[in-house]
Structures are given as C-alpha cells and as structure tokens.
C-alpha cells in the first residue's frame, strides 16, 4: 500500500549491486503465532559497484528484532529502516551481518514470501517475495550459497524440507527438531523455498547420462497420494529429453516438487524444490481430463527446464525475464511437441498468441519482449515475456536450423554457467556459434506491437512467374512509434491444381542482413525490409500460396484468399498448422456473415469436412481441430470493434448449422471412436477421445440421440475426460433442467475434492448457457468458494470474465460491475490476482461504444479506491492513460 504514486523502475537505470553476498545462511523457527528468521549474510564489496560503504537491502512487512554486525549489535542510530527498506553505511570490504526478524506467515494472504496454505508452510519468493522473509539484496544478479536450518515441532511437521542436498536432521535440547540443507550452487534469493508440513511422497529414481543416480520425491497432502504417478513419469522423461536435446544433465542428487493448494502461480523453479499448485501437478485418470495431464506434462518439464535455462543461467534484471521464461516456454514447446503431436501443439500456441498476445500487443499494456520500463514486475508475468518470448526464440531456430541452434545453446550454457546475464548474451552466443548478424533480428525484442504482414501477388502467365510483394508495417504502441521493419521468416509453399507442393526457385537471393532470402531446407524467405518483392518462376500454371506456414512469425497476415481456395488449402495443404489456419479463417469468414442472417453450410464445406470426419487415417485430434470453430475471443481479435454479442450470435448460428448438415456424420465418428480399453492418459488414446468428444458436442446440439449418448456417457464413464466432456454437452443441451440435475449429480460425486469441485465452477461459471450474473453471484456463495484461494477465483470469476463473454458483457455493465467489485476487495489480500483478474477490463476501447463507456466507469471506479496496491494502480492507471 501506498502513500505517494508509484515509481518505474527503467532498464537504463541498471547499475551493479554494491555488495555480494557470498554465503547466506538462514535459521527458520517455526512457531505457532509468528516465524523467527536469523539471517547471516557474508558480505563483500562489489569493487565494479561505486564503493560508498551503504548497503540498502530490501525488506517488507518484517519485524526487525535484531541486528549485529560481525558479532557486535548494532546502536540503533547506525541503520535506517524504512516501509522497504534497511541501510547501514560506513562500511567496509567484507562484512558478517546477522539479522533477526519476524514475520507472521498464518497473516500472508498474498501468497508472497513465507506463507500457510492448508496446514502446511511454504515459499514463494521470484520475483521479489524473497524480501517479505528476511531483509536483503532481492535481486537475480547476486547470487548466493544458500544454507538452511528448519526448526519446527516434529510432529506437526515431519518433512521439513529447502534447497539442495540435506545435510543434517537432529533433535535440539528442548525437543524441537532441526533440519538443515546445503545448496552448494549459487543462486539469487528468487530461487529460494521452503516447505514444511505433514506430507507423504512418492519416490522414483532417475539415472543421468553421466551415470548419476538422482532421487525423485513428489510431496502432497495424505489425500492426494494417489495423484503423483502422472508427473513422476513426465519429469523422468523431460530429464532424458533434455539430455538428448539440448545434452543438460541434472546436478543435485535429489529433485523434489511440492503441490500446494494456495499458489498464485502454475508453479515455481526453486532450486532442486520446486512448487506446484496441486492443479498443475496432481492426477489420476477419475478426476483429471487429458488436458489437465498434458498442461501437467508441459508444467512438470518447464520447471525441471529452468535448471538450465534460468537457474544455472539466470537473469542479471528482471527486464530479462523473457531470457529465462521466453527461452523455457520454447524448450517444453518442443518437448510436448515431441511427446504429442507437433502440428497440434503448434496450433495450441499459435492460437493462443492470436488470442492473448496480440490482445495485449494491441492494448494499453503492450510491451516489449524486453520491457524497457515496469512499475511491478509481478505484472510482466505476462504473454507477451512468454509467449512472444518464445515465438522469438523459435524463429531464431527457423533461421539457424536444429543443428545451429544447439551450437548457439551449447555455448550460451558454457559461456554463462554461473551467470547472471541479459538477452544480448543470449542472442551473442546464437551469432558466435553460427557466424550470422542477428542485429537486425534483435529489434523483435525492443518493439512491442504486432507487425502486420501484407501480402499482394501477381501472377504472369508469360514469364511462367510468380511475383509476391509483401509489406510489413507495426503499429504504435503506449510510448513507442515510427517502428523500424522486423526480420520476418516467412515459411511458405506453392500448391499446384491437385494440391501437392511445387518445387520453389527464389529471386532475389540475398537478404539485408546478407543472408539467403530463401533457405531451401526450412522453406523459409526471410524477410527484413519495409516491402520486398519476390519472384518464383518455373510455375505453369498459377499456383494457390500457403504463407506463413507453422506459424513461422508471431505477425498478423492481410492476404486475401477466396473460400475456395480456403477449402482447397483445408483438404490438401501439407502443412498442418496451415490447413487449420486456412480452415479457421473460412469460418471467421462464415461467422461474419451469420451475424447478420441465418446461416446455411455450403455444400462444398460440409463435403470437405464430411471426408475429414471419416478419414481414420488422419490424427483424431489434429481432426478435431479442424473442425473446432475459432473461440469468441479468438474472434474479437480478427475484428475492428469488438461487438461481442455479434460474435456470440454469428457464431452459434455456424455451430448450429455445422452440427445439423453433419449429424450423421458426427455421430459415426463418435460411434467409430467409442472405446473400451481401459484410460490411459497417453498420446494416442487422448488424441482420440478429443476427436470422439468434439463429435459428441456437435452432435448432442443436433439431435436427442447426442443428448441420450451424453447423458449415458456422463453416467458410464471411468474417466474425467469423457465425463466432463458429457457434462459440457448436458449444459448445452439447451435442456435446463437436465443441465441442472447433472450439475447436482456431479457435484455429490465429487464434493470432497477440490480440483474437481473448481472445474465444477468453471464448468458453470464459463458457459454461455449458464454463466449469468445471478449463478455466478450464487457460487461466490457456495460452500465450495473460498476468496483466499487463487485457483476458486480463477475457477468462478476469471472463468466468468474471460469465457462467458455474452454475459459479462451483459449491456448495463453488471458483468464489469461484478469483475471491478472482486478486483476491489482482491487489491487488499491477494495484489497479484486482483491485477490479473483486471485483464478483460483493459479491452474497453476497443469495444463497441456502449459497453465501451461503460467498461471504462469500472476501471475509473478502481482506479479511485484508497490504498491500491502497485500491482492494481500499473494496470488501471495504464489502461486510462
Ligand atoms: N517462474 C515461473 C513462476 C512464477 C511466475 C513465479 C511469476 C513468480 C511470478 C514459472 O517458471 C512459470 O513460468 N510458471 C508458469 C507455467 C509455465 C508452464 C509457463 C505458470 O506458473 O503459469
Ligand atoms: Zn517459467
């Protein structure tokens, strides 16, 4: 909370820290009614740093008891303490510093620092909760060696549990037990944990390529022993991927995760300890869907993944985020992509780029890869970091290759092991590895916008030649204009009459950046000016295009392309990602027209996807895909001004007719699929059922023989997936009383687990059927709510706010309303949430005008409160800006 306005912090302000901390050893006596830390910090003057001799650690909402340095207490004039802050001065080189504070970790409802969530204690300190704990230099370029000793009843707290390898376990005079831990890598305070409580755990081992044997343990609640198998098995086999990718060989002799229920995040990297919400970790096939497995899968990886790329590599500030989480993303993108499809997983992400990312791109919060500026870097956890971050990193792969790119990262890590370092070295070790000049291609990570690629051919029978004239434009963004033209990889292929690739000869041949505009392998033009026009030649006849294939650049693309050659790129496109896109696109198109006038399938559409539905040699969730309308959201981002009850109508108008020119079809498909093996959650399986589910929902809102195969399903089924699959089907049945009654049903049977129970409230809370203001008021009463957790927000209103989009955009604003008054009372408990939450209130000026202005008294109503924390007042005041 605040007195004055909060400040930005700017990267061109970085300056090193004017000490080390070498070593820091901490005590933690966990008491009832507070928690006593004793830090003791070996200090050494950064001689690079401008040797004044203060130190200004940081520190919040700590109780100082005590302060001594080497050895001696401290006279109370010697220091400052402030709200943030403890600055001693007049020191020397080397120091010993021993603090003593309390805090109160029952009070934490924040969820930041040292925190109870059920009956146990744990950790969450990146980016800055670190100094809620102990007062310190909070920051990801001093690197430490961190020693812990846990002091607690052994009863109530049998594990005992930080980073590293334990190193001791006795019992002290007054009975109390004191565990300790060694971890011998440095590593920034963001990284440390702590976890304490009544746990059991499952073990496995794992045999690095090296031929170490490294210990295995996923710790939970007694209830949840069941649910550990799923991760243990992805993390033995993200530990062998990325031996085999990227040759990184885990380095403690012990790797733990903890599920925790309260957790503001996914989960959390800390060294050799990581934390999980018990959502992004915890399965068995009863009560988690296929896709709860494959975000658990992806989870588990991107963790373990940081050990390299952010723990033994970190980050010198934290606007290199994107160094570590962007980098990260891209490592367990290929690492599902591997495990799964690599078609499907790209739609996945390109889908959710266009959805969110460029919704953030092209709103008040648009940001660079790189952040030049943040008031609270809880805020840039964002999509552009990650998702952007990633896509950057994946088109630096396009350009280099597979074998490039692992040179690149062999000497990333060699070079930086140990290391807190920026972007620029990141980039520094891809062009050393690979003799190539990546400045021109650095500018993805300083400009925000999306950059809009258009594309205009011409095709002259004459000269047998194709000739493409692309332009590429960006648009301005909050503080940023004039942007300079991006290196853009543009993957494409030519289709000749029946569909089949034509080979591809290029003109001109060289690039500005000196490269060759067209790299044969990845069938990649690589384009770096404002317009550049190419010519293809040796074409007969006029080829159909396919731009922009696996989504090779995080762009917007202008190019029209008539239905039929839409659909001609649907059937025959060998490219995966552009079938899908090109098949997205045909019913963007149809959905547009079906605002406006009932709509009917055209007859050479519903041939196409007929032909898909029975085709049992194509991937059945690539299938499913295909026919999957594009979400609501996914629409708002292809239009100009967003009218989302429009969207809602056209769009249902398509699905109606899409399920009733296909029943049949649809039902077959179903029929084919219909499995008694017993649930496995593995690729092939999943992919199948996906195909099976998507026939149900189509095919339920056609015809009571999908309704009765729903409600059979719902009741017969061994597996979350498929009931949950059935369950959405009932509510879209149109049958209100059925809906109901099977709400109740599944409520009774899963009432006393609460992951279920929150994808009970998701299910209602998200649903256009069900999603009005008075059920969502109804289940913020529920038994089941419970405002101190992050995952039932999440589950009712962040379901509500970003799901149910014709109900929260009811036309008096009630739904907005609703959304402003959670983020109010949120901003006092919870600061990260309640700012998360506010994301769909930042849209408003691109919303029709009456729900525009109406969006906007929201946000005015937040931005007035008293005491809005930084997090809320960044988010408000820049969206009012
Ligand atoms: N380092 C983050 C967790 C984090 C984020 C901590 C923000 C503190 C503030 C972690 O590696 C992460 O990125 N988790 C993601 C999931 C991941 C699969 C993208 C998350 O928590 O959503
Ligand atoms: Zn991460």
């Avoid at 109780?63 to 020397?92: H, K, M, N, P, R």
């Avoid at 799923?230 to 031996?243: C, G, H, I, Q, T």
């Avoid at 693309?557 to 839409?566: G, I, N, R, T």
């Avoid at 045909?586 to 547009?592: E, F, P, Q, S, V």
């Amino acid at each position: 909370m605040r007195d004055a306005q909060p400040q930005s912090i700017y990267l061109k302000d970085y300056c090193q820290p004017e000490y080390w901390i070498n070593q820091t050893e901490l005590t933690f006596e966990l008491q009832e009614d507070a928690t006593v830390v004793t830090a003791v910090l070996t200090l050494e003057a950064n001689n690079a740093g401008n040797q004044s001799g203060v130190l200004e650690l940081q520190g919040q909402q700590l109780e100082l008891l005590q302060l001594a340095l080497d050895g001696t207490t401290l006279a109370a004039d010697a220091y400052t303490v402030t709200d943030d802050s403890l600055t001693i001065t007049g020191l020397a080189q080397q120091h010993q510093l021993s603090i003593v504070t309390r805090i109160d970790p029952a009070a934490n409802t924040a969820l930041e620092g040292l925190y109870r969530s059920g009956g146990m204690y744990c950790t969450q300190c990146e980016a800055e909760g670190f100094r809620r704990i102990t007062y310190y230099l909070d920051r990801p370029d001093v690197m430490s060696v961190f020693t812990t000793h846990i002091i607690a009843d052994g009863e109530r707290y049998p594990v005992m549990l930080s980073n590293g390898n334990c190193i001791a376990d006795e019992t002290l005079a007054d009975g109390r037990r004191q565990v300790s831990w060694l971890d011998p890598h440095r590593k920034p305070a963001y990284l440390f944990a702590l976890v304490a409580g009544d746990l059991l755990h499952k073990e496995d081992h794992f045999t690095t390529m090296s031929g170490r044997d490294v210990t295995l343990r996923i710790f939970v609640e007694p209830q949840n022993i069941d649910k550990t198998e799923y991760a243990l098995d992805a993390l033995k086999r993200s530990m062998r991927w990325d031996e085999e990718v990227y040759g990184r060989e885990y380095d403690l002799d012990i790797f733990m995760i903890v599920a925790v229920d309260d957790f503001n995040m996914g989960a959390m990297e800390n060294k050799g300890l990581n934390v999980f919400n018990s959502s992004c970790v915890l399965a068995n096939p009863a009560t988690a869907t296929d896709a709860a497995y494959q975000r658990i899968e992806a989870i588990v990886a991107h963790e373990y993944f940081h050990n390299w790329s952010g723990n033994r590599v970190t980050c010198r500030d934290w606007f290199q985020l994107s160094l570590k989480e962007g980098f990260t993303v891209f490592r367990d993108a290929s690492f599902s992509a591997d495990m799964h499809s690599a078609t499907v997983k790209r739609i996945e992400d390109a889908r959710m780029v266009r959805t969110v990312q460029f919704a953030e791109d092209g709103g008040p919060m648009a940001h660079p890869v790189q952040p030049d500026s943040f008031i609270e870097i809880a805020n840039f956890y964002t999509v552009t970091i990650y998702e952007k971050g990633a896509e950057v990193v994946g088109m630096i792969h396009k350009i280099l290759g597979a074998d490039g790119f692992r040179k690149g990262s062999d000497l990333y890590f060699e070079r930086h092991d140990g290391q807190a370092v920026t972007i620029h070295d990141f980039v520094a070790a891809m062009e050393d590895a690979n003799g190539i000049d990546l400045t021109l291609f650095k500018r993805w990570y300083k400009q925000a916008g999306t950059p809009v690629v258009s594309a205009e051919v011409d095709y002259r029978a004459d000269e047998q030649a194709l000739y493409l004239t692309l332009r590429q434009q960006c648009p301005d963004t909050p503080g940023q204009t004039n942007k300079q033209p991006m290196w853009i990889p543009v993957q494409l292929g030519l289709l000749d009459a029946n569909g089949q690739d034509l080979p591809v000869q290029v003109t001109p041949s060289v690039n500005a950046a000196g490269m060759e505009t067209w790299t044969a392998a990845s069938q990649v033009l690589h384009l770096t000016e404002a317009e550049q026009t190419f010519v293809f030649s040796g074409l007969e006849s006029q080829p159909v295009l396919s731009l922009f294939r696996d989504f090779s650049a995080p762009v917007k693309v202008e190019f029209e392309q008539s239905a039929q050659d839409l659909l001609f790129r649907l059937q025959h496109d060998s490219d995966g990602f552009n079938r899908w896109d090109a098949g997205q696109r045909l019913m963007l198109g149809w959905i547009d027209q079906a605002r406006l006038d009932e709509f009917e399938l055209p007859e050479d559409a519903r041939q196409v996807m007929a032909e898909l539905l029975s085709d049992d040699t194509l991937d059945p969730a690539m299938v499913s895909y295909l026919l999957t309308l594009p979400s609501e959201a996914y629409i708002a981002e292809f239009s100009d001004q967003v009218d989302p009850h429009a969207i809602h109508l056209g769009r249902q108008r398509v699905r109606l007719a899409m399920a009733m020119a296909l029943n049949e079809q649809f039902a077959a498909c179903y029929q084919r699929l219909l499995s008694h093996a017993e649930y496995q959650p593995e690729p092939q399986q999943m992919a199948a059922r996906t195909l099976k589910n998507l026939a149900l929902s189509y095919w339920s809102v056609a015809s009571d023989a999908g309704v009765r195969q729903a409600l059979a399903q719902f009741g017969s089924s061994d597996n979350m997936t498929d009931q949950m699959a059935a369950l959405q089907a009932l509510i879209c049945s149109g049958d209100d009383e059925l809906a109901q009654q099977s709400l109740e049903a599944f409520y009774q049977q899963w009432q006393n687990d609460a992951l279920v129970v929150n994808q009970w409230l998701s299910v209602q809370a998200g649903s256009a059927d069900l999603g009005t203001l008075s059920r969502i008021q109804q289940l913020l009463e529920h038994e089941a709510f419970d405002w101190r957790n992050p995952n039932k927000i999440r589950s009712v209103i962040g379901a509500f706010a970003n799901q149910a989009l014709c109900h929260f955009h009811a036309q008096d604003g009630s739904g907005y309303r609703l959304l402003a008054d959670a983020v109010i009372r949120l901003n006092a408990t919870n600061p990260q949430i309640a700012s998360r939450l506010l994301t769909p209130l930042t849209k408003w000026r691109r919303l029709v005008p009456a729900l525009s202005e109406q969006m906007k008294e929201q946000l005015e109503r937040v931005a007035a409160q008293p005491d809005l924390s930084r997090d809320v007042y960044e988010i408000v005041s820049k969206s009012l800006a």
